[in-house]
């Protein structure tokens, strides 16, 4: 399993996660977005097209190796500043308050400590800062409920601990983050992959 989580499973990431579609996905989440950011799960940067100019700077935490060297071309293509500063969400080495905004797109499925991780993203968000997410989680159709719960061993096995039943709103909510707004619905692809939700939270004061 080395070989493939180390430098199979990023490269498949990169292309599944780099489509057109999901770009669009990516861009909306990413507007509003200004100033310092921190991002968790960067992986190959395919956030990095969809940020507004009103973002200067990206603290990047990202485990892979691989998907730091894959984003290589689009940092360089970027005017942003990017840092890469941790390699878990669960440890990011930053000042508490030191970041205006964080994003985090189909991250939060996958850590294997997520509250600890969104302890951490509040931590480093200034207060009346922004937290955007998009993430995919718990369909709620009953019937493609019960196959994301049949399929979830499988896929925790196959895409390094990724979740298919993870509730992303609840989870930005229990960390004591006030989500002002939270889209829901499907994407394009196989419905238990693709009940994504889209999501607009502040860390208060």
């Avoid at 693709?194 to 999501?199: C, V």
Wanted: hydrophobic share 40%; glycine share 10%; with cysteine.
């Amino acid at each position: 399993m080395g070989i493939y989580r180390e430098h199979v499973l990023p490269r498949l990431v990169d292309r599944a996660c780099g489509t057109p579609e999901l770009q669009r996905w990516r861009e909306r989440v990413a507007a509003g977005l200004s100033g310092v950011v921190v991002e968790i799960g960067f992986g190959s940067g395919t956030n990095l097209p969809a940020y507004p100019p009103e973002v200067t700077k990206v603290y990047a935490v990202e485990p892979s190796e691989t998907a730091r060297r894959l984003a290589g071309r689009r940092i360089a293509a970027s005017p942003v500043d990017v840092e890469h500063v941790a390699l878990r969400g669960e440890s990011i080495p930053l000042d508490d308050g030191s970041c205006d905004s964080a994003l985090s797109t189909f991250t939060l499925c996958t850590i294997p400590d997520v509250e600890a991780a969104l302890a951490e993203i509040r931590r480093v968000v200034r207060p009346g800062g922004r937290f955007h997410f998009l993430e995919h989680g718990g369909s709620p159709d009953d019937r493609i409920a019960t196959w994301q719960r049949r399929l979830e061993p499988m896929q925790k096995v196959v895409a390094d601990g990724c979740h298919l039943t993870r509730d992303p709103v609840a989870l930005v909510e229990a960390a004591g983050f006030v989500v002002e707004r939270a889209e829901s619905r499907y994407g394009g692809g196989p419905k238990p992959w693709t009940w994504f939700t889209e999501g607009f939270a502040v860390r208060p004061a």
